[in-house]
């Protein structure tokens, strides 16, 4: 069974610095794909970033970017120059390739506050 | 507009209503998800529909009842439902396009669902 981990359920950042949100994951599988959604208090799930298992180099979207340790099972998020507005819930989130199957798996979430 | 739409926003039902849950996408896609989003908990992921097919059931209760008539409508339909189903529910939708695919689930702002 696949499972991911966040292991930070609140962070908290001053606006303009920069945060690093932290997501483990545990597969046998050797072809997946991860991403990192945002869940703003408007409700809505909101796509950030993704990364296919197969590639070395890490996505980037603009203030966003990622470490992914294939190796380590290590898929963790940079927010640079934090701004207000990125307050929210991030998930990580994997998802196997596995004959037209969409079997999404979610870790539980981290809160992140951008302070002021 | 958002490509993916949820009524209603808010539902309150006692614990021998019956109700439904509606989701609809505008974006063309041919899967459809129902997400349990409960507080302190990863989302859990419900029912799966590809290409109008039920392709997953997360051994969710049969008080629980999907229903996907075509592949930009997907209902949940509730009866007797329990205290510990109070919870928001998201629906999501993607475009699988082969096995290899890796387009992001794209979510509606969920149904905030209480039982009395």
């Known amino acids: 069974a696949q499972t991911v981990t966040q292991s930070q359920p609140e962070m908290s950042v001053q606006e303009a610095e920069t945060v690093t949100l932290s997501c483990t994951y545990d597969?046998?599988?050797?072809?997946?794909?991860l991403f990192w959604y945002k869940q703003p208090p408007s409700r809505q799930m909101i796509l950030v970033i993704r990364?296919?298992?197969?590639?070395?180099q890490n996505a980037t979207e603009n203030r966003f970017s990622v470490n992914f340790q294939k190796a380590a099972k290590s898929f963790s998020l940079k927010i640079s120059d934090s701004q207000l507005g990125d307050t929210a819930m991030y998930f990580c989130?994997?998802?196997?390739?596995?004959?037209?199957?969409?079997?999404?798996?979610f870790g539980p979430g981290t809160r992140l506050s951008v302070l002021p | 507009e958002t490509g993916v739409t949820q009524t209603p926003r808010h539902l309150v039902m006692g614990m021998t209503n019956k109700k439904s849950l509606k989701c609809e996408q505008h974006?063309?896609?041919?899967?459809m998800y129902w997400y349990k989003q409960s507080a302190k908990k990863p989302l859990e992921l419900m029912f799966v529909?590809?290409?109008?097919?039920?392709?997953e059931n997360n051994s969710v209760p049969s008080r629980f009842s999907p229903e996907c008539p075509n592949s930009s409508h997907l209902f949940l339909h509730l009866h007797t439902l329990q205290p510990e189903d109070s919870a928001l529910y998201l629906c999501?939708?993607?475009?699988?396009?082969?096995?290899?695919?890796?387009?992001?689930?794209?979510f509606g702002d969920g149904t905030r669902l209480s039982i009395l």
């Open positions: 597969t046998s599988e050797n072809n997946y794909y």
């Open positions: 529909y590809n290409f109008k097919e039920q392709t």
């Open positions: 999501a939708s993607s475009q699988v396009v082969s096995e290899y695919s890796n387009q992001p689930q794209h």
């Open positions: 974006l063309g896609h041919n899967a």
């Open positions: 989130a994997f998802k196997v390739l596995d004959n037209y199957g969409q079997n999404f798996v």
């Open positions: 990364q296919e298992a197969y590639k070395q």
